[in-house]
């Protein structure tokens, strides 16, 4: 369902992007996320973390950290100023900040920028600047380019956490790529070039030599990709895709009306499963903002194996791109039957609210969804959908996983528990209870337990029967497996045990007793913060009276009880 370009990678992970040219016409860019967005990631952070993904929880780690890349001053046929750069820069941010590094040091630094506008189908997107911003901006050549001719990139490409200036020379290998992982062939091909590129490019112009231009160069490309297994393999954007995108958006022509936008919508939820993370161009930041953690929550326990992988994939890359891909499929699944069967919408009259439109899909009828439109990066999304019916499995969706391989994970679930456990001795013929909590880190979990139970024996001839509290640490060694939902976790620990601390010179036993034992936990996991689950498990703790008689008692148990395992 999803093609990964395997070799290829964006050029702006977490740590940014960039791009090389002359100073004065080439800013970094920086994004600041929305507030709702930065928490939800922080919420995200800390439950993924004590659940056991710690490698997801860390890249949301470097994700919330700040992230650069690189851009350049463009001026549109109208003359309006622009930062021209990669989609991938800014797609995620509310507002931008450039910075231009001046010739004597100092920094010039427009902060709080708009993203005018992004393409949904091309890695382009624009900035508006201020109107009076005087830098003058770096004309566009879209004549093509040949095999063999001299290119150049520019930008800020980290070295270690920081930006730095970096201007790169190579040639063109290949001015016409066809790679349509990248993008679609029939929209363009890509410039492939051997200028140097790093991480931190992503957004840089791609230049050539003309002493006629105010700078001395000519933007023929944005540089996007890198390929990493090959050396000096580097993907740029042609100019002419840029020029097509800036001028349309910069006259108003690129926004598609409300009713072109939501029956496009319509058109790409009538298409299968496979299809269904093509809604996410419809999604708005605000919407992951509002209704991305449960959407998330939701797809994972009950949308369908090839959608969970999908959605784990997109996070694994780019968590919001996660959630986004949670609220798409919440949006398709809406319009579908309780057989999994889809229904053709009703559209409303889109209605608009002030700078909102209201469109209504199945008006009138049990059913009915209201949405809500906003304008947001030149397009309308939706930032409501009816206040997000979340996904659920139909009857066809259950009878097909059925079918299907399970889903199964190896991974830690909650970062503490407690159980309760009615225990049975084998040996000595009686019962007693134990309640223990514990620490959970991977494959391994300590704790504290308490034991009480009656233990009989043998003293001079004479029979006893005495009540003994046991308690002390334990350690123990678990695999954690979760089987779609279900928590399967088989584990052995040892304990060491203090016997009647608050009764020592009363009791007849020995202070310190060792034990071990092995068992299984079974429960289901929920979105509630907690998960129960049923424990059954076997232990051997024997018994020592004092020095005087130095007899044994052997004390084979078994165990069951109920515990909770918390995120």
């Known amino acids: 369902m999803k093609k990964i370009f395997s070799f290829v990678v964006a050029l702006s992970f977490t740590l940014g992007v960039f791009c090389n040219s002359p100073k004065d016409f080439v800013c970094l860019v920086t994004g600041k996320l929305s507030e709702g967005n930065r928490q939800l990631l922080q919420q995200y952070q800390e439950k993924m973390s004590s659940s056991g993904y710690k490698e997801l929880a860390e890249y949301i780690g470097h994700f919330l950290e700040d992230s650069f890349g690189s851009g350049f001053v463009y001026y549109s046929v109208e003359g309006k100023p622009f930062i021209v750069t990669n989609r991938h820069v800014v797609s995620e941010y509310d507002t931008v900040t450039v910075s231009f590094e001046n010739e004597d040091g100092s920094v010039s630094e427009f902060k709080n920028l708009n993203i005018f506008a992004m393409d949904e189908n091309v890695d382009v997107a624009i900035i508006s600047l201020p109107e009076n911003f005087t830098r003058l901006g770096l004309e566009l050549d879209t004549s093509?380019?040949?095999?063999?001719?001299?290119?150049?990139?520019?930008?800020?490409?980290?070295?270690?956490?920081?930006?730095?200036?970096?201007?790169?020379?190579?040639?063109?290998?290949?001015?016409?790529?066809?790679?349509k992982e990248l993008l679609?062939?029939?929209?363009?091909?890509?410039?492939?070039?051997?200028?140097?590129?790093?991480?931190?490019?992503?957004?840089?112009?791609?230049?050539?030599?003309?002493?006629?231009?105010?700078?001395?160069?000519?933007?023929?490309?944005?540089?996007?990709?890198?390929?990493?297994?090959?050396?000096?393999?580097?993907?740029?954007?042609?100019?002419?895709?840029?020029?097509?995108?800036?001028?349309?958006?910069?006259?108003?022509?690129?926004?598609?009306?409300?009713?072109?936008?939501?029956?496009?919508l319509v058109d790409t939820v009538m298409k299968d499963v496979d299809s269904f993370h093509e809604v996410t161009r419809f999604i708005s930041k605000k919407m992951i903002?509002?209704?991305?953690?449960?959407?998330?929550?939701?797809?994972?326990?009950?949308?369908?194996?090839?959608?969970?992988?999908?959605?784990?994939?997109?996070?694994?890359?780019?968590?919001?791109?996660?959630?986004?891909?949670?609220?798409?499929?919440?949006?398709?699944?809406?319009?579908?039957?309780?057989?999994?069967?889809?229904?053709?919408?009703?559209?409303?009259?889109?209605?608009?609210?002030?700078?909102?439109?209201?469109?209504?899909?199945?008006?009138?009828?049990?059913?009915?969804?209201?949405s809500l439109w906003i304008q947001e990066d030149g397009q309308w999304k939706m930032?409501?959908?009816?206040?997000?019916?979340?996904?659920?499995?139909?009857?066809?969706?259950?009878?097909?996983?059925?079918?299907?391989?399970?889903?199964?994970?190896?991974?830690?679930?909650?970062?503490?528990?407690?159980?309760?456990?009615?225990?049975?001795?084998?040996?000595?013929?009686?019962?007693?209870?134990?309640?223990?909590?514990?620490?959970?880190?991977?494959?391994?979990?300590f704790g504290l337990f308490i034991q009480n139970q009656k233990v009989p024996y043998e003293l001079d001839g004479w029979t006893f029967e005495e009540s003994v509290t046991t308690m002390g640490p334990f350690l123990g060694l678990k695999i954690?497996?979760?089987?779609?939902?279900?928590?399967?976790?088989?584990?052995?620990?040892?304990?060491?045990?203090?016997?009647?601390?608050?009764?020592?010179?009363?009791?007849?036993?020995?202070?310190?007793?060792?034990?071990?034992?092995?068992?299984?936990?079974?429960?289901?996991?929920?979105?509630?913060?907690?998960?129960?689950?049923?424990?059954?498990?076997?232990?051997?703790?024997?018994?020592?009276?004092k020095d005087f008689d130095k007899t044994k008692i052997s004390n084979h148990e078994i165990g069951i009880g109920l515990g909770f395992k918390f995120l």
């Open 383 to 445: 930032n409501d959908f009816g206040g997000l019916k979340l996904a659920k499995k139909t009857e066809a969706e259950k009878e097909k996983k059925s079918k299907k391989k399970t889903s199964f994970y190896i991974e830690n679930i909650g970062l503490m528990e407690i159980s309760a456990n009615y225990i049975h001795s084998l040996s000595l013929e009686r019962p007693g209870f134990n309640i223990q909590g514990a620490l959970n880190l991977d494959y391994l979990n």
């Open 289 to 370: 903002a509002d209704f991305g953690y449960e959407a998330l929550k939701s797809v994972l326990e009950r949308a369908p194996n090839e959608v969970r992988s999908y959605v784990v994939d997109s996070f694994a890359y780019n968590p919001l791109d996660g959630i986004r891909c949670s609220l798409a499929y919440c949006v398709w699944n809406s319009f579908r039957s309780a057989e999994g069967e889809y229904k053709m919408p009703i559209i409303g009259t889109p209605l608009a609210n002030g700078n909102t439109y209201s469109v209504e899909f199945n008006p009138g009828t049990e059913n009915s969804i209201t």
């Open 144 to 179: 093509g380019l040949h095999d063999g001719d001299e290119v150049y990139s520019a930008g800020f490409p980290g070295l270690g956490d920081d930006p730095l200036w970096q201007l790169g020379k190579g040639i063109v290998s290949n001015s016409k790529a066809r790679i």
């Open 480 to 545: 954690p497996m979760l089987i779609d939902s279900f928590i399967v976790e088989p584990f052995v620990y040892g304990r060491v045990g203090l016997v009647n601390f608050l009764n020592t010179f009363e009791t007849n036993f020995n202070m310190i007793t060792f034990g071990f034992g092995g068992g299984v936990n079974v429960g289901y996991e929920t979105s509630l913060g907690f998960s129960p689950y049923l424990t059954v498990k076997y232990s051997f703790m024997p018994f020592a009276l």
């Open 184 to 264: 679609d062939p029939a929209i363009s091909t890509l410039i492939q070039h051997t200028a140097e590129i790093d991480g931190g490019n992503s957004g840089g112009p791609l230049l050539i030599r003309n002493e006629k231009s105010a700078s001395g160069y000519t933007v023929v490309g944005i540089n996007t990709w890198k390929a990493v297994f090959r050396q000096n393999t580097n993907y740029a954007i042609p100019a002419k895709v840029v020029a097509d995108f800036v001028e349309k958006n910069a006259s108003g022509s690129a926004v598609i009306n409300m009713d072109s936008r939501v029956n496009a």
